[in-house]
């Protein structure tokens, strides 16, 4: 059968084929195949990179997280300090405002009492008078006994007019 | 009918040998082709935006890597690389060349030139796949077997022959030929593929000379075969490398 011919063909199509390999390979696959294995390695340390980088973030963002807790702590620690010192203060001039006012009103009271007593013993200065003066008149007029009751009746209408 | 479709075979003398010079030409293209791609490939390597070109040859070398790691240990294989990568390229190209309109327009025959014969060999419609001739498929073949015994004793030594007398030595003459049935599968499944393929490209191209009608019904089948054989020619190309790969995987890995 002429298409089934074997002859010298066979072995120059190995020979052509195995030479194809080596100068492919030589030449081809294997420059390629460092390029690959360069990118390979390019991309593992890409990732690897990436991945410290997101932890370092991750770090700093947690630093950060920390950092906001510890200035919302600290602002509340002041609030409430504040508002506990404003209080105690409150307080303070409360009870001083307090004892203040009873100050003022215990001196008030002196002051009363002081001018209950003057006015007191002006009052009794002036019966005293007056009842001197009574007794001038009485003595005076020497009157008897009826004229006597009117004219003390009389005074004492005067004394009720007095002002004192 | 279909009188003249027995070619007659030219053949190149050297000494007292003979070379199926169509076959050995249709190779050569083959490879110069090959290494202008190639070359295309890596002539601007770059470990970083890779170009067309060689985004091309890595997605093959890729591929083949694949082929690899699933028939043996990576380390095993990784030598065979670029064997296989050439070996898928080569039988692919191969296999579309004899698809490829005759693209010397017969010009050889035209101005009479018959150095080495290229008026003949330039000749009929399309140009011929190197692999629908057996003695390539052969070649190759033989070149995947030698691979199979050679990696199965470099890596096991004198116990690869052990499994030819498994599970008893009675089974050795079917071991031998399952050894030697499988260059003869893979040589001839890929020949008669492609051959059959071109025979029936012929045949088409000849079918409107030979019921004396228009040339043009031709094309729509033509056409649809043609897209056909695109498809079988991949196949074929795959199933040759795979099937390597398997054998050299079967030859190198322990079985227990």
């Not at chain 2, 995947?144 to 499994?163: A, D, E, P, Q, R």
Request: proline residues 4%; negative net charge; contains cysteine.
């Amino acid at each position: 059968m002429d298409i089934l011919h074997f002859d010298a063909t066979l072995v120059v199509q190995i020979i052509s084929f195995l030479l194809l390999v080596w100068i492919l390979g030589k030449f081809a696959w294997k420059p390629l195949m460092n390029m690959m294995e360069k990118r390979r390695i390019n991309i593992e340390n890409n990732l690897i990179q990436a991945q410290e980088e997101r932890q370092q973030a991750e770090k700093i963002k947690q630093e950060y997280q920390e950092e906001m807790r510890q200035a919302r702590h600290e602002a509340q620690d002041l609030i409430a300090r504040a508002t506990k010192v404003s209080e105690e203060r409150t307080a303070e001039i409360l009870a001083l405002a307090h004892e203040e006012s009873e100050k003022i009103k215990k001196a008030a009271l002196v002051d009363i009492e002081r001018e209950r007593d003057r006015a007191i013993l002006e009052v009794k200065a002036q019966v005293a008078d007056l009842s001197v003066a009574v007794a001038e008149k009485i003595i005076r007029q020497k009157l008897d006994m009826p004229n006597q009751e009117k004219l003390i009746e009389q005074f004492i209408q005067e004394v009720g007019e007095m002002p004192c | 009918m279909i009188t003249d479709m027995e070619e007659e075979l030219i053949l190149w003398h050297f000494n007292n040998l003979t070379f199926h010079a169509k076959t050995l030409t249709m190779t050569w293209i083959v490879i110069a082709f090959m290494l202008i791609f190639c070359f295309l490939g890596v002539r601007h390597l770059t470990s970083g935006k890779p170009g067309k070109m060689q985004n091309i040859l890595e997605w093959i070398i890729d591929f083949v890597r694949k082929l690899i790691s699933d028939n043996m240990s990576y380390e095993k294989g990784r030598p065979l690389l670029s064997y296989l990568v050439t070996l898928i390229m080569f039988i692919f190209f191969s296999n579309m060349l004899g698809l490829i309109p005759n693209i010397t327009f017969n010009l050889f025959e035209h101005f009479g030139v018959e150095a080495g014969q290229l008026n003949k060999i330039f000749e009929g419609p399309s140009l011929m796949s190197p692999t629908a001739d057996v003695n390539t498929t052969i070649g190759l073949a033989l070149l995947s077997i030698t691979l199979v015994l050679f990696l199965g004793i470099k890596h096991k030594g004198v116990n690869y022959f052990k499994h030819f007398f498994e599970p008893i030595p009675v089974f050795f003459p079917i071991h031998v030929i399952d050894l030697l049935s499988k260059p003869m599968t893979l040589a001839f499944r890929l020949f008669g593929n492609i051959f059959a393929g071109e025979v029936l490209i012929k045949v088409i191209l000849k079918m409107p000379e030979s019921y004396d009608i228009w040339a043009f019904p031709a094309a729509l089948p033509d056409t649809v075969w043609l897209a056909f054989s695109i498809f079988i020619g991949t196949i074929q190309a795959f199933v040759f490398t795979v099937l390597t790969t398997a054998y050299i995987g079967q030859a190198v890995t322990e079985s227990h």
